[in-house]
């Protein structure tokens, strides 16, 4: 619990420096069975393509009814837009893919206690713009593929971090203010 | 489980329905998730406890934060141009290892009328159905307000506060004896929970 404070001042942080460089396309909350935290969103140079980060509690026992300590993890993904709706009235809806990186202290699925997981991660979704209401709406799904480290019997144990897989089908949907 | 998913069946059955009427505007679903953190409980207790041979009467109350989240998809009519009456079901935690299954009626009152963007009050109720303690349904009371943003098109983002009391027959853990009490065996098992929680509705 006592890692969540400096982990949303890190976020934030970084969400500053991105504003102040002008880079910053939306700042919003994120939604998942998987957990809840804040996103950003950041424009690069190329239209077509954005920087996500994402930092959340992990909460998915607390969602199923057991009250448990959260952990926390931070997913990076550069998106690619591969298809843009006809936009109207301020309106756009576009189809995305991203690849990047995730790290975090989490729970496994079947196992006990926290470790660490650091992995390369993939992501498919949809994201709607409704400019004239500065909302950005995002919703897909993200994959995980990397290792867990964690302390079992006084040693340390790497293995494969389930719940990068297992969880992959859990959508997410993220709610954004969308600058300008 | 199956209730959850017959209930869920039947809201896309009405709301496909619905969409095929010829008045559509005044027809509205939506889905709706949101988190919140139980308060107040208070819980009052009356079984027989069978190795001991007499009757347990266990009455308290505490304050305790537990946090936990509730989603669901409603379904409604617009009964006038600033009230909206809407059937509410999904899943709802109301404590620590406590699901529920609501079915209830939501009166949303929007200030500046359902279709415009503004100021939102609501009031709803209804039934809340445990699938692992046969038993009859508990209760719950909601009153809460918000904000509704009109995205464009039909969809609308409602941001929801409300604060819930919730009325609760659950299981009674004999500590002694280190398992649950026997429904044959419980007179009383009342438990209310109050929360606060704040939500996200996405309205068609």
């Known amino acids: 619990m006592k890692a969540i404070i400096p982990a949303i001042s890190l976020f934030l942080a970084l969400a500053a420096c991105h504003t102040a460089g002008g880079q910053v396309r939306s700042v919003g909350t994120w939604h998942s069975f998987k957990g809840l935290g804040l996103t950003m969103q950041s424009a690069t140079r190329n239209p077509k393509e954005t920087n996500t980060f994402t930092l959340y509690a992990e909460l998915w026992d607390t969602y199923a009814g057991h009250l448990t300590a959260p952990g926390g993890k931070f997913v990076f993904s550069h998106n690619i837009t591969l298809h843009d709706f006809d936009a109207a009235d301020g309106e756009a809806f576009s189809l995305f893919a991203g690849a990047g990186a995730s790290a975090g202290w989490v729970k496994d699925h079947g196992r006990d206690g926290f470790g660490m997981m650091a992995a390369l991660n993939g992501s498919f979704g949809a994201c709607a713009a409704f400019a004239r209401k500065h909302v950005l709406i995002c919703a897909g799904i993200t994959l995980e593929a990397g290792p867990w480290l964690h302390m079992t019997e006084n040693r340390y144990v790497v293995s494969l971090y389930r719940n990068g897989i297992y969880q992959a089908y859990y959508p997410y949907i993220s709610i954004s203010y969308l600058f300008k | ?204």
């Open chain 2, 1 to 204: 489980m199956k209730k959850l998913t017959a209930i869920t069946v039947i809201l896309m059955l009405a709301c496909s329905l619905a969409y095929c009427q010829e008045r559509p505007s005044r027809f509205h679903w939506g889905v709706e998730w949101g988190y919140g953190a139980s308060g107040f409980m208070y819980w009052s207790n009356n079984y027989f406890d069978a190795k001991v041979g007499y009757r347990i009467w266990d009455e308290g109350h505490e304050f305790a934060f537990v946090p936990n989240a509730y989603a669901g998809l409603y379904a409604g009519f617009d009964l006038g141009r600033r009230i909206n009456l809407s059937l509410f079901s999904g899943t709802m935690g109301i404590y620590s290892d406590r699901q529920v299954i609501p079915l209830g009626l939501r009166a949303t009152y929007a200030f500046r009328g359902q279709d415009s963007q503004g100021a939102l009050a609501f009031l709803g109720g209804g039934l809340c159905f445990h699938d692992l303690f046969v038993s009859a349904p508990g209760q719950y009371l909601q009153l809460g307000g918000g904000y509704r943003i009109k995205l464009g098109g039909k969809m609308d983002m409602d941001l929801l506060a409300h604060l819930r009391a919730c009325d609760d027959h659950p299981p009674i853990w004999d500590e002694e004896n280190g398992s649950y009490v026997d429904a044959a065996n419980i007179r009383k098992n009342l438990a209310v929970y109050t929360s606060f929680e704040v939500g996200v509705a996405f309205r068609f």
